[in-house]
């Protein structure tokens, strides 16, 4: 697939010893954290895309539901001849929903850190929509977005393409700065096109986070097989297990992973010290209101248009534009 010709990949991708300086610095505060982005090697894509097929997982199917039943009304608060731009855009399924109901669309630039799942996705692209332009970006979405300068200076009204609720990945000051950067690429006029899961009982949280197929605490454990495998660090898997808490003071379920037992591993040059019990936060998903989200947007500029919801009120899809 990397040899096709008419894939015209923009490499942004984030070096080796990027990915460890983000580890070390994760590892060395009082709660160990490590950035979410780095869940999504791909073996974690593969795993994740199997997490969105599970019944308990919700929000895939929830916000599919939405993308299916409305996508025409979708498509036309969009507008005309939009150029989209999917920051985070995975096997780009999501997007495959809306491209038959946009009208002329000028292109499509999935953003995606993984190189693999890109390419391929931007191959199957290419055979199911031979006449849509698509401009791949290997790129780390959280940093500033860098587009080809071609696109860059594109008069096309631009359209920021954001599903799956990976706005909850950051927290409410994080999401509303990365809305911020989202509002830069777009220009005034451009438009943001986002997924957000709703606030519910913490019960179908736990189930989504915590399957009992283990699906979710493989995704998490691969993190640190991964971090063997780039940075040279001596995680035991076995010494660790998946945890998935609903913080409802926050408004937030976590992902952590948990040292069963007391411990060092060595990162690079680096020793670290797990006491049992002592955790290693992975992620975190906000939910949200409608009031709280569409007042978080309006901090960073954003005017709700229009939203919608699925029909049992799990998930939301919000249309703004930039003022």
Request: some cysteine; glycine content about 8%.
């Amino acid at each position: 697939m990397i040899e096709n010709a008419h894939i015209d990949l923009v490499d942004h991708a984030p070096s080796t010893s990027t990915v460890l300086k983000e580890v070390l610095a994760g590892l060395s505060k009082t709660q160990k954290t490590l950035p979410p982005k780095l869940l999504y090697d791909k073996r974690g894509s593969e795993i994740f895309e199997q997490i969105c097929l599970l019944k308990e997982y919700y929000p895939t199917r929830a916000e599919t539901e939405i993308l299916r039943t409305y996508s025409s009304d979708i498509s036309q608060m969009i507008g005309p001849e939009v150029l989209m731009i999917e920051p985070g855009s995975g096997a780009g399924d999501k997007i495959r929903y809306l491209i038959p109901h946009l009208e002329n669309p000028k292109g499509y630039v999935p953003i995606e850190i993984s190189k693999e799942i890109l390419l391929r996705m931007t191959d199957e692209l290419h055979d199911e929509f031979p006449d849509l332009k698509v401009i791949p970006v290997c790129a780390d979405f959280s940093g500033e977005i860098e587009l080809p300068l071609t696109l860059d200076s594109d008069r096309a009204k631009k359209v920021i393409f954001f599903p799956g609720s990976t706005i909850g990945n950051f927290s409410p000051a994080e999401a509303t700065q990365f809305l911020k950067r989202m509002g830069k690429v777009v220009g005034r006029g451009g438009g943001l096109l986002i997924g957000a899961d709703l606030k519910k009982r913490p019960d179908i949280f736990k189930l989504a986070y915590d399957d009992p197929q283990g699906v979710t605490a493989d995704f998490n454990l691969n993190l640190l097989t991964r971090l063997n495998r780039e940075t040279g660090a001596g995680f035991d898997c076995r010494n660790f297990e998946h945890e998935a808490i609903y913080n409802e003071e926050l408004g937030r379920v976590e992902m952590h992973l948990v040292s069963k037992v007391g411990q060092l591993v060595k990162v690079n040059e680096t020793i670290f010290r797990f006491n049992e019990g002592e955790t290693i936060h992975t992620e975190s998903s906000y939910k949200y209101s409608v009031s709280e989200f569409t007042e978080m947007c309006a901090k960073a500029r954003w005017t709700i248009k229009k939203h919608w919801k699925d029909e049992n009120c799990l998930f939301g899809v919000y249309y703004f534009e930039l003022e």
